[in-house]
């Protein structure tokens, strides 16, 4: 097993979707971090270190793409993953040009979601 735990920041109002997302994380051998806003999510950022993040596009207040675009202009965001429940057919391209490894509409399949993480991590290490 990996010394080092892969911290995963789940971003996301749903409180349910936080918390089978922290299990399933869990259960993948992934440390879960879950914040219900993108506030609350830079409060804490100063005393993390988050090594993917499941970011939902709809938040309450700061959007999923406002915080995305915070977080590239500090030149240290990790890769993120969007999540959304929205149908408009162009918000999976808006997400891939915001700069994310991977777009998923909810529901989603977990499996899929932690082969994404993985093949993210595993290239933010080998950069």
């Known amino acids: 097993m990996n010394p080092t ?44 270190v988050v090594d993917c993040m499941i970011l939902d596009i709809h938040l309450g207040g700061m959007s999923g793409f406002e915080l995305q675009k915070q977080l590239a202009a500090t030149g240290s965001a990790p890769p993120i993953i969007f999540i959304t429940a929205d149908e408009e057919p162009d918000t999976p391209e808006r997400a891939r040009q915001a700069g994310c490894v991977a777009c998923f509409r909810k529901p989603f399949l977990g499996r899929k979601l932690m082969e994404t993480i993985r093949s993210a991590v595993a290239g933010r290490i080998t950069n």
């Open 5 to 48: 735990p892969i911290n995963v920041a789940v971003v996301d109002d749903d409180a349910s979707v936080c918390k089978s997302l922290e299990r399933l994380l869990r259960a993948s051998g992934f440390a879960p971090l879950t914040y219900s806003s993108a506030e609350a999510f830079l409060q804490d950022r100063p005393s993390v």
